[in-house]
């Protein structure tokens, strides 16, 4: 029976593995324990070459979206890719896959670490590409680095991460601490691993059998490695046809104390420090340049760079960009927004700014979290930070929001009644609460038009007027030489 259960699992997968192995693997489980062995082999989900080329022609489809979002549309050789650092051994090969499939020519794929110095000069947007986000970690590390030199050069660019698969957590993770944008085909959430009880896995058992699981499951992962559930205990069940994450249960992985892996994991080698290397370089040569370039352009064909913390404060600024002539507004030729998630309180990223010739302004939350991470930006010359009033939120009319309460079920409590006054609403925890029953319901970048529609709907126009106004006044003072038009 479990035999026969085994082979119509391993039938269905798009890799071969012999019959022979995957009993061998089971047998190293104790006799009352192989029922749940075979029970992981039917749970593992397993990506081969045509899966994964399928993924990337959905990831791709959401890239050229995001980036037009972002305005700079995919075109010509404006765009360039890049396997992730760490991982370059499996980002390598996921971007050979997703160049064939989405028709990207070669020269725009950077793999390796030659010396050589990348031509950056018309590059508006980078992607680095990987097989998965796990919990992010590893990605946000990397990210972090590239995005410190590329955000801080005088030109201003984009940083996108394409993967194939990712776990919902990891994906927030990434978003957050660095403000890029992450492109997924397959997201998977906590019920597609073992490490919660009410996950597909363990459907049709008893609680207490599934808690038997588990530690049985976490048990035999100990024996082989340093984790009860893989990396930061995820407790995955995903498999590439060239590699395991680091995420997945150890059993399935791991070759330590002699245990026979049913999928071995790959080592990993250096990657894509090419692109961070061309960047510091084009930024040096910016820098030489500095004190020789006359900086009284025309304020008119000025460009700003909003750093701002989150994806959706970024998605605001578009907005106003696109649909409400922010650039106009405060009369400017043009205005990019970059959210840069915890590295706006990064150190590296404040020294590099203050070397560079960038336009930029950071906006922020009028939080307490948010004042003391900014503390630091106070010896930043040339930089002003304006702090929202007292985040984008409480732009939109909260009385026309309540006014549709029906459509948003979990909106909190009113702390006024509605026919108040509400502009004056100030409680950030308050309207924290208000944006998570609103408009962060789920993975931001895929609900990136939802959230615009949203915008659209409930802005304030007297007080978008109030933030052009100070946002101009922040720009005065950064630029008081240049001349009135």
Same mark, same amino acid.
């Given at each position: 029976?479990?035999?026969?259960?085994?082979?119509?699992?391993?039938?269905?997968?798009?890799?071969?593995?012999?019959?022979?192995?995957?009993?061998?693997?089971?047998?190293?489980?104790?006799?009352?324990?192989?029922?749940?062995?075979?029970?992981?082999?039917e749970?593992?989900?397993?990506?081969?070459?045509?899966?994964?080329?399928?993924?990337?022609e959905?990831?791709?489809t959401?890239?050229?979206?995001?980036?037009?979002?972002?305005g700079?549309?995919?075109?010509?050789?404006?765009?360039?890719?890049?396997?992730?650092?760490?991982?370059a051994?499996?980002?390598?090969?996921?971007?050979?896959?997703?160049?064939?499939?989405?028709?990207?020519?070669?020269?725009?794929?950077?793999?390796?670490?030659?010396?050589?110095?990348?031509?950056?000069?018309?590059?508006?947007?980078i992607?680095?590409?990987?097989?998965?986000?796990?919990?992010?970690?590893t990605?946000?590390?990397?990210?972090? $680095?590239?995005?410190e030199?590329?955000? %801080?050069?005088? !030109?201003?660019?984009?940083?996108?991460? &394409?993967? +194939?698969? =990712?776990?919902?957590?990891?994906?927030?993770?990434?978003?957050?601490?660095?403000?890029s944008?992450?492109?997924?085909?397959?997201?998977?959430?906590?019920?597609?691993?073992?490490?919660?009880?009410?996950?597909?896995?363990?459907?049709?058992?008893?609680?207490?059998?599934?808690?038997?699981?588990?530690?049985?499951?976490?048990?035999?992962?100990?024996?082989?490695?340093?984790?009860?559930?893989?990396?930061?205990?995820?407790?995955?069940?995903?498999?590439?046809?060239?590699?395991?994450?680091?995420t997945?249960?150890?059993?399935?992985?791991s070759?330590?104390?002699?245990?026979?892996?049913?999928?071995?994991?790959?080592?990993?080698?250096?990657?894509?420090?090419?692109?961070?290397?061309?960047?510091?370089?084009?930024?040096?040569?910016?820098?030489? $340049?500095?004190?020789?370039?006359?900086? %009284?352009?025309? !304020?008119?064909?000025?460009?700003?760079? &909003?750093? +701002?913390? =989150?994806?959706?404060?970024?998605?605001?600024?578009?907005?106003f960009?696109?649909k409400?002539?922010?650039?106009?507004?405060?009369?400017?030729?043009?205005?990019?927004?970059?959210?840069?998630?915890?590295?706006?309180?990064?150190?590296?990223?404040?020294?590099?700014?203050?070397?560079?010739k960038?336009?930029?302004v950071?906006?922020?939350?009028?939080?307490?979290?948010?004042?003391?991470?900014?503390?630091?930006?106070?010896?930043?010359?040339?930089v002003?930070?304006?702090?929202?009033?007292?985040?984008?939120?409480?732009?939109?009319?909260?009385?026309?929001?309540y006014?549709?309460?029906?459509?948003?079920?979990?909106?909190?409590?009113?702390?006024?009644?509605?026919?108040?006054?509400?502009?004056?609403?100030?409680?950030?925890?308050?309207?924290?609460?208000?944006?998570?029953?609103?408009?962060?319901?789920?993975?931001?970048?895929?609900?990136?038009?939802?959230?615009?529609?949203?915008?659209?709907?409930?802005?304030?126009?007297?007080?978008?007027?109030?933030?052009?106004?100070?946002?101009?006044?922040?720009?005065?003072?950064?630029?008081?030489?240049?001349?009135?038009?």
């Amino acid at each position: 029976m479990l035999v026969s259960r085994i082979e119509i699992a391993i039938k269905k997968w798009p890799v071969q593995i012999s019959l022979d192995h995957a009993l061998k693997w089971v047998l190293q489980f104790d006799k009352e324990d192989y029922p749940l062995a075979v029970q992981i082999i039917e749970h593992l989900d397993v990506l081969g070459s045509s899966q994964i080329r399928a993924a990337l022609e959905v990831a791709h489809t959401k890239l050229v979206r995001s980036i037009s979002n972002k305005g700079s549309p995919m075109k010509g050789n404006n765009t360039l890719f890049a396997a992730v650092g760490k991982s370059a051994k499996s980002g390598a090969l996921i971007a050979y896959h997703y160049r064939v499939t989405s028709e990207i020519p070669e020269s725009s794929f950077i793999s390796g670490d030659e010396e050589d110095q990348l031509d950056l000069s018309k590059i508006e947007n980078i992607v680095l590409v990987d097989d998965v986000i796990g919990t992010g970690r590893t990605i946000t590390s990397e990210v972090s $680095k590239m995005a410190e030199e590329v955000y %801080s050069s005088e !030109r201003v660019r984009n940083i996108f991460v &394409l993967t +194939v698969a =990712g776990y919902e957590s990891g994906i927030n993770h990434v978003e957050e601490k660095t403000g890029s944008s992450v492109i997924t085909a397959l997201e998977y959430g906590i019920r597609d691993t073992v490490a919660d009880l009410d996950a597909v896995f363990y459907h049709g058992m008893p609680m207490s059998d599934r808690e038997d699981s588990l530690e049985t499951i976490k048990r035999y992962c100990r024996s082989v490695g340093n984790s009860e559930l893989g990396f930061a205990n995820v407790g995955g069940l995903l498999v590439f046809d060239h590699n395991t994450p680091n995420t997945t249960l150890p059993i399935i992985w791991s070759n330590s104390k002699n245990w026979l892996p049913l999928f071995p994991r790959a080592a990993n080698i250096p990657g894509s420090a090419k692109v961070i290397k061309s960047v510091k370089k084009e930024r040096s040569a910016d820098f030489e $340049k500095k004190d020789s370039t006359n900086l %009284s352009v025309i !304020r008119k064909e000025m460009e700003i760079t &909003l750093f +701002v913390e =989150g994806k959706i404060d970024e998605i605001f600024i578009d907005y106003f960009v696109e649909k409400q002539k922010l650039s106009e507004n405060i009369e400017v030729g043009k205005v990019n927004a970059i959210a840069l998630g915890g590295l706006y309180q990064s150190q590296k990223l404040i020294d590099l700014l203050q070397q560079s010739k960038k336009h930029a302004v950071f906006v922020l939350d009028n939080d307490a979290h948010a004042k003391r991470a900014a503390s630091r930006l106070d010896g930043l010359e040339n930089v002003p930070v304006m702090f929202l009033k007292p985040n984008f939120i409480a732009l939109l009319d909260i009385n026309k929001i309540y006014a549709n309460k029906e459509r948003f079920p979990s909106l909190p409590e009113e702390p006024l009644s509605i026919d108040d006054e509400r502009a004056d609403v100030s409680d950030d925890k308050w309207l924290h609460a208000l944006e998570k029953a609103t408009i962060r319901r789920g993975a931001i970048v895929s609900r990136a038009d939802a959230i615009i529609k949203f915008i659209d709907e409930f802005l304030d126009e007297k007080k978008y007027e109030e933030f052009c106004k100070e946002l101009k006044e922040k720009i005065n003072v950064f630029f008081p030489s240049l001349p009135e038009v």
